[in-house]
């Protein structure tokens, strides 16, 4: 067995060993920012939907009130009233 080699072997698995640690450190910390921005980008595009739903509804509320004018409209301008 060759002592200075078995030293030289555990002395490069410990440096190895705590570089892979710092990598996971930075690895938990990328991921955690990952799902914050997604999760803030959600946030926005939830919040841009839910305003072009409400116009959308405001939208058809108003044509739904206009419909029974522009019928009534029609049906004077068309002789029929």
Do not use: C, W
């Amino acid at each position: 067995m060759n002592v200075a080699e078995l030293k030289k072997d555990l002395s490069a698995v410990d440096t190895l060993t705590q570089f892979l640690h710092r990598v996971e450190e930075i690895h938990t910390l990328l991921d955690d920012s990952i799902i914050l921005a997604g999760s803030e980008a959600y946030v926005a595009a939830l919040s841009e939907f839910s305003e072009f739903i409400s116009q959308m509804s405001s939208f058809e509320k108003k044509m739904n009130q206009s419909i029974p004018e522009v019928s009534e409209f029609i049906f004077e301008v068309g002789g029929g009233g």
